[in-house]
């Protein structure tokens, strides 16, 4: 997702990247799985070996990661801001090593449960070896940005029926101009999937990351799959004016640690 590449044609030469993700690591993800293979659209798991939820068996995880990128989410979907550092940094290595040792490949993209950090956190994350940590930061377009010494991932779209307080919230607590000219839409959006596309027109004609995510067992719960089916169906639809990246990946390859720069060939 680096800034120096144009994306796919289509669009004005407008640089047009597409991602998703989904947490949790709840069996119902071969759901949304096999929808994004169906669409064309590539995506980031999060996945904790265990959790006050069901999760994946290993087999399964393992699986999956034939296709899609596995990102670690904790061993026990644990809140680190809320855990002593000493038990975050074990949660941390111990889930980055358990995603490596389940799939035989490398983990560099970490997710939050419960979307809370702070600076300390993410020295911590850092420290634990990975390169990108997604964030629940939405109504964003934007390029993961360098804080910290790791690459922080906005989102565009919770596939998840919010109520106009939430993203107001948002917007004020980010207090950023992309996020304040967003709000109108959020705000007025019949739902959710009307703001996706409003924000996916949008991403289309300036250029930037159209990143949509999720929880398959909140999908299920909300009754939201034929909501998903429809927007996947549209994006997939457009494949011919985006590129598909995941979130530990951008259009060159695998990310460089915040402040190298990578040679291109």
């Not at 598909?244 to 640690?257: A, K, P, Y």
Request: aromatic residues 8%; glycine residues 10%; contains cysteine.
């Amino acid at each position: 997702m680096s800034a120096a590449s144009n994306g796919a044609g289509g669009n004005g030469g407008k640089k047009f990247l597409m991602t998703t993700s989904w947490d949790d690591g709840h069996p119902l993800d071969f759901r949304i799985a096999e929808l994004l293979r169906k669409c064309g659209l590539t995506g980031t798991f999060y996945v904790p070996p265990s959790s006050q939820r069901q999760v994946m068996t290993a087999a399964q995880v393992r699986e999956l990661s034939g296709t899609f990128e596995i990102g670690a989410h904790t061993l026990d979907h644990v809140r680190i801001d809320r855990v002593p550092d000493a038990e975050a940094s074990r949660q941390l290595l111990g889930s980055r090593r358990w995603v490596e040792e389940t799939t035989g490949k490398k983990c560099s993209a970490f997710c939050f449960p419960g979307g809370k950090f702070n600076g300390r956190q993410l020295r911590l994350v850092r420290e634990a070896g990975f390169r990108a940590a997604r964030t629940v930061e939405l109504l964003s377009i934007e390029e993961p940005r360098c804080v910290s010494g790791l690459w922080i991932i906005p989102t565009t779209i919770h596939a998840f029926p919010h109520g106009r307080l939430t993203y107001a919230k948002n917007a004020v607590k980010r207090m950023k101009g992309s996020h304040l000219l967003s709000l109108p839409a959020a705000l007025f959006a019949k739902d959710w999937v009307a703001l996706a596309m409003e924000m996916l027109i949008r991403t289309s004609e300036r250029g930037g990351v159209f990143h949509l995510w999720g929880h398959s067992w909140e999908i299920e719960e909300e009754k939201q799959w034929k909501k998903l089916e429809l927007l996947l169906g549209t994006i997939g639809a457009w494949r011919e004016k985006w590129k598909g990246v995941t979130n530990g990946r951008n259009e060159h390859g695998s990310f460089t640690r915040c402040g190298e720069t990578k040679s291109r060939r």
